[in-house]
T-cell receptor
Framework: GAVVSQHPSRVICKSGTSVKIECRSL??????MFWYRQFPKKSLMLMAT?????????EQGVEKDKFLINHASLTLSTLTVTSAHPEDSSFYIC???????????FGQGTRLTVV | KNEVEQSPQNLTAQEGEFITINCSYS?????LHWLQQHPGGGIVSLFM???GKKKHGRLIATINIQEKHSSLHITASHPRDSAVYIC????????????FGKGTLLTVNP
């Protein structure tokens, strides 16, 4: 089946630094990628939708200057958490949509801890 | 009221038991997904349904569009099935954005 690789799986960073998370579709073209955040014991919440070659569409309440999303190619999207703070600590997951199938495939997730 | 409701929230079973997890939704959808999330956090897509029934190994997923309801069944459950099972729907006209249920934590004891 289709594979989405997300890297890193875990990262610890100091408050004030920036962290980049990569999401790659390994064997299909992902025209659309989604970034989600999961708080403990809560549902996954959509942060933004990115379409290849265009600006990401952010959900209400998500700071676009804090969570920078780049979708420069059909196989790679990145999420950069800028000037991270402890409250940004969370589990971030990407998913990529296979244009042909319409199905969404998920990355393994990234556990971000800001200290 | 959440657009996607799952029940039960928690489920404990003995190995070998037949498991059913339910999902109800209140919006028009183009597809419904069943996902599995293991303790490490990674998510695996189990099924995508728009009608009828799908089967993969010991897993069966059904959907009733008229009743806006789906079920995930696990036959001959095993401790390795222990995970959080999440129902998610793609709303019509939403560009395939998913709305998620809160998940069902399944624990299968040996």
């Amino acid at each position: 089946g289709a594979v989405v690789s997300q890297h890193p799986s875990r990262v610890i960073c100091k408050s004030g630094t920036s962290v980049k998370i990569e999401c790659r579709s390994l064997d299909f073209q992902a025209t659309t990628m989604f970034w989600y955040r999961q708080f403990p014991k809560k549902s996954l919440m959509l942060m933004a939708t990115s379409n290849e070659g265009s600006k990401a569409t952010y959900e209400q309440g998500v700071e676009k200057d804090k969570f920078l999303i780049n979708h420069a190619s059909l196989t790679l999207s990145t999420l950069t958490v800028t000037s991270a703070h402890p409250e940004d600590s969370s589990f971030y997951i990407c998913s990529a949509r296979d244009k042909g199938l319409g199905e969404a495939f998920f990355g393994q997730g990234t556990r971000l801890t800001v200290v | 009221k959440n657009e996607v409701e799952q029940s039960p929230q928690n489920l404990t079973a003995q190995e070998g038991e037949f498991i059913t997890i339910n999902c109800s939704y209140s919006v028009g959808i183009s597809a419904l997904h069943w996902l599995q999330q293991h303790p490490g956090g990674g998510i695996v897509s189990l099924f995508m349904l728009s009608s009828g029934k799908k089967k993969h190994g010991r897993l069966i997923a059904t959907i009733n569009i008229q009743e806006k309801h789906s079920s995930l069944h696990i036959t001959a459950s095993h401790p390795r099935d222990s995970a959080v099972y999440i129902c998610a729907v793609s709303r019509w006209g939403s560009n395939y954005k998913l709305t998620f249920g809160k998940g069902t934590l399944l624990t299968v004891n040996p």
